[in-house]
């Protein structure tokens, strides 16, 4: 019988133990923002294919690495769930990160639109999926707002948007997926309470201290709302109407403003939270593509090739910094 005395774990074993805890303890639910962004590319990419003839073979190279990306981070954020539970309260409970939550909702929905002409089986259940959590998310969400004890108007930014925009994302393929009237349902929550939620960031920003600098990129999420909001109006209604053209417009105007500002936000160092150019800037390439389809020989078409390339090249700015970031264990840490 060996009778060794086992020896003690080495410190360099239990720092690696302690480390390892403490990244699946502090993986942050905005994690969930990275597919965001690059399903965001996939799917300005499929509609180029369409409108530009751009070869489907990029955006079905990014439709499966976006798809691996969120079953790992599902798997990942699962085991969170299971080991740190009160780490997963204590998110819900933030008055900033539990905007985040729906992130990964949004996710579920654009993997929906994304399969929906190649898999339109998968794409339903997908959308079934994210439509049922999303809603749950929303109600979660604005319930802590009214029955707060903790919110105070510093905390109002723009990643409040966040649950709005998944409840105008739904009826992009809702539309061919279910009855036009549950589109029409979350279609009215997130259009009534993005003007709502919009006055109240905009006195915030105004009246109040700038954005802390870890959050200043999340103010191209006001690009978002008007943006999903235009393209899923013209799937709801089929025409460029007059309502359709307010949004896009909108839209174009809030990213001049945004634009005009770009030597602040290249100056700002990387955080998680830089994912927020990707999406709303997705959005916005989505919806002047569309009126590049629907206005032709005007200067859409080239406006959108213009922003489909400053997309690409933004989120693959992006993946290299949040390589880089988890190499150096500069995220899932304490904040």
């Known amino acids: 019988m060996n009778t060794a005395t086992p020896m003690p774990p080495t410190s360099t074993t239990t720092s690696n133990t302690a480390t390892s805890h403490s990244c699946l303890e502090h993986f942050p639910i905005a994690f969930f923002s990275t597919v965001m962004g690059l399903a965001g590319l996939t799917l300005a990419w499929q509609k180029a294919h369409t409108v530009l003839g751009a070869p489907p073979i990029i955006s079905a190279g990014l439709r499966g690495i976006v798809s691996v990306l969120f079953v790992i981070l599902l798997i990942i954020y699962g085991l969170k769930a299971l080991r740190y539970p009160q780490a997963i309260g204590m998110e819900m409970r933030h008055p900033i990160r539990i905007n985040f939550f729906p992130t990964a909702s949004i996710s579920l929905l654009l993997l929906a639109i994304a399969y929906l002409e190649t898999a339109p089986g998968a794409a339903f259940w997908l959308w079934v999926a994210g439509a049922i959590l999303h809603l749950g998310f929303t109600l979660a969400i604005f319930g802590s ?14 990643a409040w948007f966040i649950p709005v925009v998944g409840n105008i994302i739904i009826p992009v393929a809702g539309v061919r997926l279910a009855s036009p009237e549950l589109s ?22 105004f009246f109040h201290e700038p954005l802390p600098v870890r959050l200043a990129p999340t103010l191209f999420i006001l690009l978002a709302p008007p943006s999903v909001g235009f393209i899923a109006y013209i799937g709801l209604t089929g025409e460029l109407d007059a309502f359709a053209r307010i949004l896009y417009y909108t839209a174009l105007f809030l990213a001049l403003l945004l634009a005009s500002n770009a030597v602040r936000f290249l100056r700002l160092p990387f955080f998680i939270s830089a994912w927020a150019y990707s999406f709303p800037l997705a959005a916005l390439t989505l919806a002047t593509l569309i009126m590049g389809a629907r206005l032709p020989g005007l200067v859409f078409d080239r406006i959108g090739v213009g922003l489909l390339a400053l997309l690409s090249l933004v989120v693959a700015v992006l993946v290299f910094h949040t390589v880089v970031a988890i190499q150096r264990r500069e995220i899932c840490v304490p904040e």
């Open 145 to 158: 707002w009214i029955h707060h004890t903790h919110y105070d108007i510093k905390h109002a930014n723009p």
């Open 184 to 205: 029409w349902f979350f279609f009215s929550i997130g259009l009534v309470f993005w003007i709502v939620l919009l006055t109240i960031v905009l006195y915030r920003l």
